[in-house]
Structures are given as structure tokens and as C-alpha cells.
């Protein structure tokens, strides 16, 4: 299904009175509004292929209908929340999930919705039903030499589609760790991980970056090869320039200080990208801004105080990606929200009273420190980013369209009511 232009253009009409009186407050409070608006329509958050379906959990899958079958329909479901948001101009790939038959008519399908191809990603969690060695005690720490090179052979595969494709960036998560203390000789596995990890960054195009993404736990729950940020981080340092570490929201522990992260990784210029989702307890892959948005906001304060400190471009110098897919939600639905609240957080913390803060902190005055954050986070920037999207050709209110529009709908009577998308 293509939703229409006219459809959309239509529906900002019929909007457009509401949305006006909206944003009159907020045109005179921002000095710099017009900035932050270039800033809002530039911003592209990369969907991933295996959010499309309904994620299963360990327990049971019930899958929502009209999932798409093949990775032409991925990419014509990213595409609808493209047209809708005009936010998700790209699509992250996740290798053998997504394999790619036709790199040429794959290209032109994702130019013909707009859309890039984002950070490529491999797996060396699952064994596939076609392969040689089995990655159970592990990949890339694998004791056992031939399994470590199965597994450098994959990433150098998923690398070779991602050239192909047009994608610049290889996103490793490893599970690699152990479940029992004693099982693991933490160095050696460290060490081999590290020789792998080299091998598979030796193939990569001078153009390209390497994501070392890292996570406490699951499915290890003792010990995990690449399991926080100071390891990533290691690995990534001992890589080159080329390597970074990538930070999905939900793989701390409990309570941990992600914005505190994410400000020194930058500090280091080893912050890669981003797998946003939310978490109540651990991986949850909840919808982002779900759960904790002043968190999500505190992290995107960080991460416009440090880009503007080492003048990154916010739009390109950092990986945005979505990591989160459930049992619960239309899939769909549940990205145009998770989109959404990444925006408004990323809006927020554009509108933080930066040289106010400075004085503030330099003056010990916390109260007034926390005062000018909370002012930013307190503020309903939602008509702001509707703005940049009625100004980018989106709609706007994206959920509210997809629903009067009855996509979901369209898309079962498409594709049947039994489908089930590819993935975890
Ligand atoms: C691991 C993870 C990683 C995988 C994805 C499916 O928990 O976050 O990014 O590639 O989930
Ligand atoms: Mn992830
Ligand atoms: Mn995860």
C-alpha cells in the first residue's frame, strides 16, 4: 500500500487552524526557532527491518497480521512511516534476517520511498539451519579457532551486502559470555574476541565505521564478553578510528547513568550511535520515551552540549537508530511513537538555556541548574515538531493519520492475517 500525498495535505488542512493557535505560544518564546526547526527536519532516525513484526518474547509470539513477508515489504513499511513522518528516512538491516537477492532492484525500491540504508548488522547469536559450527559456547571468543572464523566470515559477508547496498556502517552485537563463574577464562575470551573483532575490522572500507554494541546480560547471565561501555570502549580503542562503541538504552544495568556515558564516550570521540528504545527491568525493547522520558531527555541534553562542544553535525556525525519491538502493539503504530518521542526529547534538548547552565554550574547553584533543565523538559514541544513536519511533507499527527487511514488494515487485507516478519 502508498499512502497519497493529497491524503496527508489533506488532513494538515483540515488540522491546520488547531495546530496554528498550538505553536503561536511557542514562536515567541524561542529566540532561535527557526534553527531549531532546520535542526528537527534534518534529524532521521533509522528503523529497524525486525521491528516490523510483532517481537516475540521467549514465551510466545502473537503476530498482529499484515506483517511484511519479504524485504521488499520492510522497506514499503518504513516507507509508510516515512510518508508519514518524513523522520525515518532509513532502514537497518540485520543479516541473515534480511539476506538481499537483488542488491539493484533492493536499491531502487528504497530510493523510490526515500530511504537509506543505515548501520548493517550481523548474527553470530543464533545458529542458522545451514551452518557448519554451532556458536553455542560462544563466536568470537569461541575456544575453538574454526568457530571464531565462521563467525569473522559472516561479519565480512554482512559487510560485502552493506557495500552493495550502499549502507556505511557494520553494528556487531556479540552474546558471547558465560552463564556459570568458572566457564570462561575472562582474559582469553576477551583476547580472542578482540583477534576476531580485528580480522573483521581489517575488512572494512576506509569509508565505514565499526559499532562495538555492548549489553550487561541475556542470553549469558553470568558473564558477557562485551558486556558495558568501558569494554566496548577498550575494544573499540584497541580497533582504530574507525571503531566505535554504540549504545542501546537497554543494556545497563539497573539505574545506570546513560547520559554520564554518552557525555564521556564524545568526550573520547568514540561515541558511534544510538539503539533507542525503553526499559522498566532489563532489555525490554519497550517503546522509547515509554517508560523514563526525562531520562531520554537527559541523554539528548548531553548529546547536543558534547556534539556542539566538538562541532558534530547532529543529523550525521552519530548512528540514530530504533531497537525495540514487542508483543503487544500494532508494530508500526509502536515505531511512529517510538520516532516521535525521540523527537521531542532531542526537540527539548535543543531548547536547554545552554549559557544560563554554564553560569549556573560554574556558580555551584543546583537549584537553578535543575530549574533550567526541567524548564526545557516542562515544555510541550509537540507542536514544534509537528511544525518541522508539516514543513518536511509529513503529517501532523502521524498515528492519527495511520489510523484514519486505516493502514493496518490495508496491510492485512494485502498480505493475510497469518503473516509473520523475520526476526527475534
Ligand atoms: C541485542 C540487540 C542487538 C541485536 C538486536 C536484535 O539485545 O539489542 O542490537 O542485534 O537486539
Ligand atoms: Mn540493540
Ligand atoms: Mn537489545
Redesign the pocket.
Known sequence: MKIDKYKIEEYNQQESSKHTRKLEGLVEEIANYEEILQKLIDFQIAI?S?ALGSGGTRFGRFPGGGEPRSLEEKIEDVGLLHTLNQSSGAISL?IPWDVPENYQSIKALAAQHGLAFDAM???T?QDQANQALSYKFGSMQHVDKAVRKQAIAHNIEVIKHGVALGSKAL?V?L?DGSCFPGQLNFRKAFQRTLESLQEVYAALPSDWKMFV?Y?AF?PNFYSTTVGDWGQSFLYATKLGPQAYT?V?L??HLPNANIEQIVSLLLMEGKLGGF?F?DSKYG?D?LTAGSIKPYQLFLIFSELVEGMDARQMDHASDLGWMI?ASHNVKDPLEDLLQSVEAIMIAYAQALLVDRKSLIVAQEENDVAKAQEILQTAFRTDVRPLVAEARLRANGALNPLALYRSLKVREELVKERGSKTVAT??
Request: aromatic share 12%; glycine share 8%; charged share 30%.
Open positions: 529497524p525486525w540485520h548488522n550481523s548474527n547469536f553494528t552485537w552474546s554494541e549489553k541475556e554504540l542501546d537497554g543494556h539503539h528504545n532489555d525493547d531497537d526476526g527475534l
